[in-house]
């Protein structure tokens, strides 16, 4: 896949991440893909396309309006796309969210192989996870 193919595809992603679009979300990944979201929140850590399946239509549908990623700068070199992206969206709590992120897009046989994500960790926890922490075993 080119260079510019790729930043489509991963644009077309973030975009169906806007509308909330879970099997195209879903169907973008490669079957022994992987999401990482890093940090220590109640939702960091490394998923499988099983829990992927799982946890993305229930991320997305706690923003009853959708979530809006805005894509801020997007490159891409050899088989990983890099995108510096924002979202806003109102949570269901009813807590405006806005938050910063980082995704690398790691992609084999065009589709996402492994996406890390990196973003404001105290929001997450704050809102998405309503406060609540990991607990320190």
Sequence with gaps: ???????????????????????????????EGRVETMGNTLISGSRGLDEIKSFAPAVLESFPNKLTFTIKNITAEDNRVAVEAESS???????????????LFEL??????????????????DIL?????????
Excluded at 116 to 125: A, H, N, P, R
């Design 1 to 31: 896949m080119s260079i510019e193919k790729q930043k489509k595809f991963i644009t077309k992603f973030i975009n169906a991440m806007s509308e909330g679009d879970s099997d195209a979300i879903i169907n973008a990944y490669h079957p």
């Design 108 to 125: 084999k046989d065009e589709k996402i192989y492994r996406l890390k994500e990196y973003m404001d960790t105290e929001l997450v926890t």
């Design 129 to 137: 996870c309503g406060g609540q922490r990991p607990n320190q075993s």
């Design 89 to 103: 969206g109102e949570h269901i709590s009813g807590k405006h969210y806005n938050n910063q992120y980082h995704f």
